[in-house]
């Protein structure tokens, strides 16, 4: 049963540059959340995809911009990058709805440096 | 005040004591409770959910939720080297919404 994985593992980009993430769910998952950490923090929600479409979204620029696929992959676009945008990117996945045990599962990330 | 907070730490504790994580959140309408271990350099790993008050046990972890108190805590009996990590806490106010973190606890469990 394959996890979530994500690609690129590490990316270096500079200022002004734009970058996409890509996140495939859990087999069985159809639900694709967004997180960027910085260093000593906790994650940060970006923004969540069901059905295709951006169903809530955190306190975040419209740089971070998003797409999910009817494979229920996804991806993350982050534009006119910044300094501050150096993070871990994670992507969870987890199951829509109201079910008692809709527990999110991470994947590995994303290290993007911004120089 | 943030929505999760969480003792920074770092939490050191002998090998084979009780470790004790504590976490508290803002909003009386959150409804759901993980409880994620990070080792450095990784992502989150979910360790335990919780989602009514009491105690809830899963082999040497026990994660109790008050929710009069707004309180969640993560107990890890007979801590181990290996169980050396930033441990997260996080809420969530519906089933399958976001997640809003803790800035994690720092444990250190020394051999």
């Known amino acids: 049963d394959a996890g979530v994985t994500q690609s690129p593992t590490h990316l270096i980009k500079t200022r002004g540059q734009q970058v996409t993430l890509r996140c495939s769910p859990k087999s069985g998952h159809d639900t694709v959340s967004w997180y960027q950490q910085a260093l000593g923090q906790g994650p940060q929600f970006i923004f969540q995809y069901y059905e295709e479409e951006e169903r809530q979204r955190g306190n975040f620029p419209d740089r971070f911009s998003g797409h999910q696929f009817p494979n229920y992959s996804s991806e993350l676009n982050v534009n006119a990058l910044l300094l501050g945008d150096s993070a871990l990117y994670l992507c969870?996945?987890?199951?829509?709805?109201?079910?008692?045990?809709?527990?999110?599962?991470f994947g590995p990330g994303t290290r993007l440096t911004v120089l | 005040q943030k929505e999760v907070e969480q003792n920074s730490g770092p939490l050191s504790v002998p090998e084979g004591a009780i470790a004790s994580l504590n976490c508290t959140y803002s909003d009386r309408g959150s409804q759901s409770f993980f409880w994620y271990r990070q080792y450095s350099g990784k992502s989150p790993e979910l360790i335990m959910s919780?989602?009514?008050?009491g105690d809830k046990e899963d082999g040497r972890f026990t994660a109790q939720l008050n929710k009069a108190s707004q309180y969640v805590s993560l107990l890890i009996r007979d801590s181990q080297p290996s169980d050396s990590a930033t441990y997260l806490c996080a809420v969530s106010m519906e089933y399958g919404n976001k997640l809003v973190f803790g800035a994690g606890t720092i444990l250190r469990v020394k051999s």
């Open positions: 919780i989602y009514s008050n």
């Open positions: 969870a996945s987890s199951l829509w709805g109201l079910a008692v045990y809709n527990e999110q599962f």
